[in-house]
């Protein structure tokens, strides 16, 4: 009877964890989920806030939002030639909405401070990515996309022009933070620049580069994450550099 006893015991106890275990599995993937979905927007938060507080979005090079706008829309369209996760197809769709979403309050910004404010034309080359005119942005958007998917659509079954599209999309994202390093370099000044945006970058690009060569991922993967690392250890050497420079400069005046 003793054994009988807890042999119920033991059996009532493995039936309790083969329920929770599974439902804790399920929250972690849920969580992992949501993370890999919205993760992607979170470094921009602080920056939109940034400028939404100061109104001041000089500091903030919009060509990166350029980047990551043909870097989502090519990921997209590969998604049609290679049907990958879900949610990376969702994080891509999310990231363009957050990158027009920040075009937005760039232009709305530039243009409160801007005297007179001209609408230069959409064809004119001049002023590409400079136009005071935020339907602009979307209509760069669409038609990158309307492109893009006639072309993908055309090549579908052409293997070699799937897999350039896939890496197209890896290199272009791997350069996302050059054009912000750029304006660093060419302002002498990291004002305006959310320090949180560029440490949510490193912490980011890091993982996903030992993701990549833990999982022994295709070379093309971990030399891309290994670019956007050496780009975000630069700006933040650049923070770094400005900051003291500017203490000098303060030192001296004062």
């Known amino acids: 009877l003793k054994m009988n006893g807890a042999e119920e015991h ?8 083969s329920i929770i275990v599974p439902f804790v599995k399920q929250i972690i993937t849920l969580f992992a989920v949501g993370g890999m979905v919205f993760g992607g927007v979170v470094p921009y938060v602080p ?5 939404r507080k100061t109104r001041d979005a000089e500091g903030f090079s919009v060509y ?3 980047v990551l706008l043909i870097a989502n829309v090519l990921r997209v369209l590969f998604w049609f030639g290679v049907h990958y996760e879900l949610p990376l197809l969702a994080q891509s769709l999310i990231m363009i909405v957050c990158m027009l979403v920040m075009m937005h309050i760039c232009v709305t910004v530039k243009n409160e401070n801007t005297t ?3 609408h230069r034309s959409f ?3 001049e002023y590409f990515w400079k136009w005071t005119d935020f339907r602009y942005y979307i209509l760069f958007t669409c038609l990158l996309a309307l492109i893009g ?29 050059i054009p912000q390093f750029w304006k660093n370099l060419k302002n002498k000044s990291t004002e305006g620049m ?4 560029v ?6 690009d890091t993982f996903k580069t030992i993701y990549f060569i833990i999982r022994e991922s295709p070379f093309q993967f971990w030399l891309c994450g290994g670019i956007q690392v050496a780009v975000d250890i630069a700006i933040l050497l650049q923070v770094a550099l400005y900051s003291k420079t500017r203490q000098r400069l303060s030192s001296y005046t004062s």
């Open 47 to 51: 920056q939109f806030r940034k400028i």
């Open 123 to 125: 064809w004119d080359q």
């Open 199 to 204: 440490l949510f970058w490193t912490s980011g």
């Open 116 to 118: 007179t404010v001209v």
């Open 149 to 177: 998917g006639v072309v993908t659509f055309l090549l579908l079954n052409v293997n070699v022009f799937i897999e350039l599209l896939g890496f197209a999309s890896l290199l272009t994202e791997a350069m996302l933070g």
């Open 64 to 66: 990166v939002c350029l």
């Open 10 to 17: 033991i059996e009532s106890d493995h039936q309790l964890w």
């Open 194 to 197: 959310s320090i949180q945006m």
